[in-house]
T-cell receptor
Framework: QKEVEQDPGPLSVPEGAIVSLNCTYS??????FMWYRQYSRKGPELLMY????GNKEDGRFTAQVDKSSKYISLFIRDSQPSDSATYLC???????????FGQGTILTVHP | DVKVTQSSRYLVKRTGEKVFLECVQD?????MFWYRQDPGLGLRLIYF???????EKGDIPEGYSVSREKKERFSLILESASTNQTSMYLC??????????FGQGTRLTVV
């Protein structure tokens, strides 16, 4: 079993839709949960992070962690074509900064 | 802005060749990483380094080695390239437990 399982997608939605991206994880030791966004032909960039359980909101994006069910979610409201990218969930928390990533979900938002 | 620079965007090498992938970061980060990214498998950690001359194996180190002689530079070496090492290789650096800064990636094809 992979440490982080991510809904494989791909996902195609119309502009303005609400998008839900989800991951489950197996190792309870880590405290940081992250979403990275990767545009085509670019490296991933940190989009949001959450420490332990709870919600975090940043504009149209909400990250949610439920440690009891080991579930990580990212919600995108009013999705835009510029949100089209690969989204990667990850977790970590060691002093070396080692991260474990999910498989990634390709999201396409069409006008 | 943090910059992580990988020496090549695209490489084509022959089976059995020794291949060097170079990565340089300009933010004095302690930690550096090499990942490979394959469709459906996400990012998988090959090796990481938390200090000069220090290295640790990641999840898939077989067939690879690394070198970190200077803090800003982390090299990935394929001792004898094989076709199953055809992949996107991503270098990253970090100073915090949750944020890694990635280079633009090197797409390596082994023929």
């Amino acid at each position: 079993q992979k440490e982080v399982e991510q809904d494989p997608g791909p996902l195609s939605v119309p502009e303005g839709a609400i998008v839900s991206l989800n991951c489950t994880y197996s190792n309870s030791a880590f405290q940081y949960f992250m979403w990275y966004r990767q545009y085509s032909r670019k490296g991933p960039e940190l989009l949001m992070y959450t420490y332990s359980s709870g919600n975090k909101e940043d504009g149209r994006f909400t990250a949610q962690v439920d440690k009891s069910s080991k579930y990580i979610s990212l919600f995108i409201r009013d999705s835009q074509p510029s949100d089209s990218a690969t989204y990667l969930c990850a977790y970590g928390g060691t002093s070396y900064g080692k991260l474990t990533f999910g498989q990634g979900t390709i999201l396409t938002v069409h006008p | 802005d943090v910059k992580v620079t990988q020496s090549s965007r695209y490489l084509v090498k022959r089976t059995g060749e020794k291949v060097f992938l170079e990565c340089v970061q300009d933010m004095d980060h302690e930690n550096m990483f090499w990942y490979r990214q394959d469709p459906g498998l996400g990012l998988r950690l090959i090796y990481f380094s938390y200090d000069v001359k220090m290295k640790e194996k990641g999840d898939i180190p077989e067939g690879y080695s690394v070198s970190r002689e200077k803090k800003e530079r982390f090299s990935l070496i394929l001792e004898s390239a094989s076709t199953n090492q055809t992949s996107m290789y991503l270098c990253a650096s970090s100073y915090r437990q949750f944020e890694a800064f990635f280079g633009q990636g090197t797409r390596l094809t082994v023929v």
